[in-house]
């Protein structure tokens, strides 16, 4: 299968401010995605005190495998006292639908875009209910 923008693909990691880790998923996070990218994702929450943040902004589309793989990396990082956020989640995209739907929006940690980035990570505005402050919906982008 040729990796074009829907193939799933993780990208990173690149260090932030203060030793926050950031992934980037690409493409597609459905049942291919589950196959191609857990065993990449586990190599990072399965650290201890890991401090992740994984961007979404180029993922085209989730369905509920998708949505599982980034649940399981949020129970695997919780498990060995890190943190994971996400990032670039859009206030009516597929991401926050989906979200929302299931019930899950208040499970996972935000962080704005703008405090996705490697000067900002550090102090990230975002709430530990999982949404960002002041935010009404998850309006991450």
Do not use: N, W
């Not at 990082?77 to 991401?95: D, E, I, K, M, Y």
């Not at 639908?97 to 929006?105: A, D, E, H, N």
Request: with cysteine.
């Amino acid at each position: 299968m040729e990796e074009g923008q829907y193939y799933p693909r993780l990208d990173g990691p690149r260090r932030a401010a203060g030793g926050t880790t950031v992934l980037e998923l690409r493409g597609d996070l459905d049942i291919l995605a589950v196959s191609v990218l857990s065993d990449r994702l586990d190599e990072f929450t399965g650290a201890q005190g890991a401090d992740l943040v994984i961007d979404l902004r180029a993922v085209t589309f989730i369905d509920c495998a998708g949505l599982s793989l980034l649940s399981r990396a949020r129970h695997r990082t919780r498990q060995r006292g890190g943190r994971l956020r996400l990032t670039g989640v859009v206030a009516g995209g597929s991401v926050a639908r989906l979200l929302r739907m299931t019930g899950l929006r208040g499970d996972f940690e935000t962080v704005p875009e703008e405090a996705g980035s490697e000067d900002a990570l550090a102090a990230d505005g975002a709430d530990r209910d999982g949404l960002p402050a002041g935010a009404d919906d998850i309006a991450v982008a």
